[in-house]
């Protein structure tokens, strides 16, 4: 099977051996996304509620990008160094994935790229 790179230059590029997302048959594989501003290529102030809001906007773009939007997330997986924001997280959730809701995990770690608070990956599935 073919992989197809995908990318925007309304996320974040690449900044190492991997591509902002792959497309394989109609499964679409979106990379890692943290709270960095696209244009800036630095992490957005004012802490996490601003980073979850930048990590959505970019998996968006990025979702976009495939041909697709976030409706089309079968799988999200939500990486967090402080699992007490877990609930902002979810609340974010329910303003960018309308329902049915994609499978999840969140993952408390102890520490991500750049010092981010949050990152989130996912994969899409457009027929």
């Known amino acids: 099977m073919a992989k ?28 890692g996304q943290i709270g960095l501003d696209p244009a800036t290529k ?4 004012g802490g996490i ?3 979850i809001v930048r990590v ?3 998996l968006k773009a990025l979702a976009e990008a495939c041909g697709g939007s976030l409706a089309h997330a ?10 007490a924001n877990f609930a902002k ?10 329902e049915p809701y994609p499978a999840r995990a969140a993952i408390g770690v102890a ?4 010092g981010a608070l949050v990152e989130a990956d996912a ?3 457009i027929d």
């Open 4 to 31: 197809t790179p995908i990318s925007t230059e309304r996320a974040p590029a690449a900044i190492g051996t991997y591509s902002q997302a792959i497309r394989a048959g109609g499964v679409h594989y979106l990379s």
């Open 111 to 114: 520490s991500l790229p750049r």
């Open 56 to 58: 959505f906007e970019n």
């Open 74 to 83: 079968a799988k999200v997986n939500i990486y967090l160094t402080d699992l």
């Open 123 to 125: 994969v899409l599935v």
């Open 89 to 98: 997280v979810n609340e974010a959730m329910a303003k960018y994935f309308p």
């Open 42 to 45: 630095e992490m957005v102030p």
């Open 49 to 51: 509620d601003a980073q």
